[in-house]
């Protein structure tokens, strides 16, 4: 079982509708988590980082956490055509190692 | 990534020769990390460094090497290239503290492309 899982996509959703990007993970104890973008052939960009159950909101991007259900989602509202990338989700395990999922794709059409 | 520089960002190399690969930090950071990104695979790490001469190994550190003699630099050397370590290659820092005021975040630099013949 990986550490962290992602469905890879790709996901697509017109401009101005809300994407949802699901994550899970394996281990109970991890307690950091982590929302990356990557544009094509650009390194990884931190958005959104979670700590605690609920929601955390910035900007347009709202994260949420729930840590029974082992489950992290990253919502973007209002979708727009730059939004269109590469998301990763990370976990930092309770052996203070960072683990990745492969990513979701995700297209905006205008 | 400002504060963190790879190099090469583009290498060609024949198989079974010798690769080395740069990474550069001004951000005085503890740890830093060698990944690969491979589609399918997304990222894997291969050694990270906890600081000067301490290093570790990754999931997928078969093949490869590294050193760390100075805080700013973390170098990842390919002893002997082959066609199965064409990738991505990620540097990234991430400096300690208290997680609420951002710590522990991964930074990574621009990524070097290498492609084995």
């Known amino acids: 079982q990986k550490e962290v899982e992602q469905n890879s996509g790709p996901l697509s959703v017109p401009e101005g509708a809300i994407a949802s990007l699901n994550c899970t993970y394996s281990?109970?104890?991890?307690?950091?988590f982590f929302w990356y973008r990557q544009y094509s052939g650009k390194s990884p960009e931190l958005i959104m980082s979670?700590?605690?159950?609920g929601d955390k909101e910035d900007g347009r991007f709202t994260a949420q956490l729930n840590k029974a259900s082992q489950y992290v989602s990253l919502l973007i509202r209002d979708s727009q055509p730059s939004d269109s990338a590469t998301y990763l989700c990370a976990v930092i395990s309770p052996g203070n190692q960072f683990y990745f999922g492969t990513g979701t794709s995700l297209t905006v059409i205008p | 990534d400002a504060g963190i520089t790879q190099s090469p960002r583009h290498k060609v190399t024949e198989t079974g020769t010798p690769v080395t690969l740069r990474c550069h930090q001004t951000?005085?950071?503890?740890?830093m990390y060698w990944y690969r990104q491979d589609p399918g695979h997304g990222l894997r790490l291969i050694h990270y460094s906890y600081g000067v001469k301490d290093t570790d190994k990754g999931e997928v550190s078969d093949g490869y090497s590294v050193s760390r003699s100075k805080t700013e630099d973390f170098l990842l050397t390919l002893e002997s290239a082959t066609s199965s370590q064409t990738s991505v290659y990620f540097c990234?820092?991430?400096?300690?503290?208290?997680?609420?005021?951002?710590?522990?975040?991964?930074?990574f630099g621009a990524g070097s492309r290498l492609t084995v013949l």
């Open positions: 951000e005085n950071h503890r740890y």
């Open positions: 990234a820092t991430r400096w300690e503290g208290h997680v609420r005021s951002g710590a522990n975040v991964l930074t």
């Open positions: 979670i700590y605690s159950n």
């Open positions: 281990d109970r104890g991890s307690q950091s």
